[in-house]
């Protein structure tokens, strides 16, 4: 599975370390997501990062929908059906989300492609961003749940 990693908090008051990591799975602003795929590294990572991030498994139906209204081309272009079938062996992003969600490809394998999705703040609001996602907060890690997430921000 790979993992959809989105940006919590802010930068005030935050450690170096964690900053450079945040900066590495290129979340340097709140409400920034990116698709990672799942090994001991990135998941380190997101071990370091766990109180300014919120991450989870994303399915490709979500992913598909982000794609879609949230992918970008470098330029500000919209990634589009065609865009996928020239530049890749997949038949359209359907398939190419389901092959990222399955962790058989990555994100990257598009030739110009943007690594970010811009979203915006999650209708209803987070719970808070002080706790952990177990105990009642939006931090850390959520399992499926980061669908439910993602489509209130999309």
């Keep these: 599975m790979s993992f959809a990693v989105g940006r919590v908090r802010g930068t005030v ?3 170096h370390e964690i900053s ?7 979340l340097t602003r709140i409400n920034h997501c ?3 795929p ?3 590294v990135m998941k380190g990572m997101l071990q370091k990062a766990k109180d300014y991030i919120t991450w989870g498994e994303v399915s490709g139906e979500v992913l598909e929908r982000m794609m879609k209204e949230r992918g970008q081309l470098e330029g500000g272009h919209p990634l589009t059906d065609e865009y996928v079938k020239k530049n890749t ?6 398939e190419l989300a389901k092959a990222i969600a399955g962790n058989k490809a990555e994100y990257k394998v598009l030739p110009g492609i943007t690594p970010i999705f811009r979203l915006s703040p999650p209708k209803s609001g987070h719970r808070t961003v002080k706790r952990s996602f177990p105990i009642g907060g939006s931090l850390g890690y959520r399992g499926a ?3 439910a997430l993602l489509n209130r921000m999309i």
Excluded: H, S
């Design 145 to 147: 749940e980061i669908d």
């Design 20 to 26: 450079e990591t945040l900066r590495y799975l290129n």
């Design 13 to 15: 008051n935050i450690n």
């Design 34 to 36: 990116v698709v990672i």
């Design 38 to 40: 799942e090994n001991p």
């Design 89 to 94: 062996d997949f038949a359209g992003m359907k």
